[in-house]
């Protein structure tokens, strides 16, 4: 079963998002993030620009077979269809809605900033997962900068 993780209250979700794929690729994991179009193209320029003696490489979920075979980070509008996608490790979901197709992942991480419009979508999704049996790992980033 898929293991679920909120990552709640961060201040910059995309600024957060770049962090938590750091920490992933240099752990070694390999990550799908899907989200909204504007989003992935937001985190898409970030991931070139958050940190001046780094690159996290990346590509999206229709760059060449090759390509996202070699990433450890692939953008992915959508899932469920589409594009093949090379690995099933770590899903980093920055939408609004529950990923279709989460549940062929490994891991599944959603990022809720401190926007409450953010916030009830982020209620909804957990609802989905709960109500589906799933546990879930709560991370609160406001109790860690304390």
């Known amino acids: 079963m ?14 957060y998002a770049c962090r938590l794929l750091r920490k992933a690729v240099s752990s070694g994991a390999k990550v799908v993030v899907t989200g909204s179009a504007a989003s992935l193209q937001a985190l898409d320029t970030q991931l070139w620009t958050f940190s001046a003696l780094e690159f996290l490489p990346h590509c999206r979920a229709d760059s060449p077979i090759e390509q996202r ?25 920055l939408g609004a809605e529950v990923a279709a197709g989460f549940e062929r992942f490994e891991r599944a991480i959603e990022v809720v900033s401190l926007d409450e419009h953010d916030r009830q979508l982020a209620r909804s999704r957990w609802k989905h997962y709960t109500d589906r049996g799933y546990s879930i790992t709560r991370h609160d980033l406001k109790l860690k900068e304390t």
């Open 2 to 15: 898929t293991e679920i993780a909120f990552h709640f209250n961060a201040p910059d979700k995309l600024a």
């Open 69 to 93: 075979m070699a990433s450890p980070i692939v953008l992915a509008p959508q899932i469920d269809g589409g594009a093949e996608l090379p690995h099933h490790h770590v899903l980093l979901n």
